[in-house]
């Protein structure tokens, strides 16, 4: 587990290249944000967070799997991750900021479609 990066992923990477290319300017994992968020568009007051989908357990998806040895551990850690995800996103609505989350499987489908939808409400908020 050592080795799993938390910042500057594969999806990340390819989700900050598409929203500067469509003009979207950034700051990434701003520090005094609850939870750090992937990308901060402090223009639009908007936090962006690019979840894998194994690690925050996207609902539905086939990439949330279990492993089959310690499954009790994985399940603590797991129950660990989307309760830290709820209340990172409880904590900037209530501080005002709009919160976005994006899947690593759905980038990986369709990530214009994706930006699309970003754009949208993103620019939206203002």
């Known amino acids: 587990m050592s080795r799993i990066r938390g910042r500057n992923t594969g999806p990340e990477i390819r989700l900050r290249s598409l929203l500067h290319r469509a003009g979207f300017r950034f700051r990434l ?12 568009l402090p223009r639009y007051h908007t936090a962006i967070f690019v979840h894998g989908c194994f690690w925050h357990r996207h609902a539905g998806c086939r990439n949330t799997t279990m492993p089959s040895t310690r499954t009790e551990f994985w399940q603590k850690k797991f129950d660990g991750n989307v ?14 900021w709009t919160v976005i989350t994006v899947w690593e499987c759905d980038l990986k489908a369709d990530a214009l479609r994706i930006v699309n939808r970003l754009s949208s409400e993103i620019r939206k908020t203002t």
Request: proline residues 8%; charged residues 40%; contains cysteine.
């Open 83 to 96: 309760e830290r995800d709820r209340c990172n996103r409880v904590a900037l609505e209530g501080a005002g």
């Open 29 to 40: 994992h701003v520090k005094d944000l609850p939870g750090k968020p992937d990308i901060v």
